[in-house]
């Protein structure tokens, strides 16, 4: 090998780390784990209150229970218990009785809220957080979901199904950049800073019908895609799939590469199983989003319920 070659290939060698570097410390500060929480703001949320017309909501969240489909291992289990000696015996001499509830769960399953400490590059997460100093059994000692401040903001939602013209797009289907435009402007809608953006491609009304098909593949967001949404500085990307971006992914030596892309390099969150065939059928395709997710000390998910309102 010459001279020119060999310095060539390092000058590769050394771009490569310093692209896979230059992604941390966070633009929104060095210290910050809230990433692009920080595009929220009071002004958004009176603005996002201005869009409620007509009084309408819509529970976004799809039902979570043991027939549920969840990705790989994970599952739900639900036991309903009674109080005193288990046998439902009455308290006090207005006899009363009651239920109580025990959970054994997965907490990414059904719909859900990937945060920060989800998915990372190498074992390192968003704003360079390592592995070794974050992760421990008992829960994740930086970027939780618990310490996320509720989530209410202008929603949109773009109708994939309109623009490929099919009540259900094919698994391994990708939207990107040129479809999420043109999709803009055939909605009469433009995606903003502290929006949250949330699609549908009608892979959800495979659930309960073919859940094996479901969880196997989907269509969904692409990286150019990705690129485009977070240089809008969005809140959040949530979709009607179980993992908001295409499966197979269009490299196909890449696992799950829009995933760290968002959560890692962007600091942008992840929202999976929405459940937004009403607000589509409505076209409801602005709307004030609100989410108060459940605070589960050290959790790196949690399910939930947004809320939109119309």
């Known amino acids: 090998m010459n ?39 009071a002004e958004g949320v009176v603005k996002a209150a201005q869009l409620v017309k007509i009084g309408k909501t819509y529970p976004l969240g799809v039902l979570t229970g043991r027939e549920t489909p969840a990705y790989g291992a994970r599952t739900f289990s639900l036991t309903v218990l009674q109080g005193g000696d288990g046998t439902g015996t009455a308290f006090g001499t207005n006899r009363a009785t009651g239920n109580d509830d025990l959970i054994f769960t997965w907490i990414g399953i059904g719909s859900q809220i990937d945060g920060l400490g989800h998915m990372g590059i190498d074992h390192v997460y968003y704003n360079g957080f390592k592995a070794e100093d974050i992760v421990a059994p008992t829960g994740l000692k930086e970027l939780s979901t618990d310490k996320l401040p509720p989530i209410v903001t202008r929603g949109v939602l773009l109708d994939m199904t309109r623009y490929f013209e099919t009540s259900m797009l094919e698994e391994g289907t990708a939207y990107n950049s040129k479809e999420i435009q043109e999709q803009e402007e055939a909605q009469g809608i433009e995606i903003g800073k502290g929006d949250v953006v949330l699609f549908y491609t009608g892979w959800i009304n495979l659930q309960g019908e073919d859940n094996e098909r479901m969880m196997s593949s989907a269509p969904g967001l692409g990286m150019d895609g990705a690129q485009y949404l977070a240089g809008k500085e969005v809140v959040a990307i949530g979709s009607d799939t179980w993992g908001l971006e295409v499966v197979p992914a269009e490299n196909p030596t890449e696992v799950f590469p829009v995933h760290p892309y968002l959560l890692a390099k962007q600091g942008i969150y992840i929202l999976e199983n929405m459940d937004v065939r009403e607000l589509a059928k409505d076209e409801g395709w602005e709307f004030m989003f609100v989410l108060g997710q459940p605070r589960f000390e050290g959790s790196v998910q949690a399910v939930i319920n947004p809320v939109a309102i119309r």
């Open 3 to 41: 001279r020119i070659a060999y310095a060539l290939i390092l000058l590769a060698s050394i771009a490569s780390i310093s692209e896979e570097e230059d992604w941390y410390p966070s633009k929104y500060g060095a210290d910050d784990t809230l990433g692009a929480i920080n595009n929220l703001s």
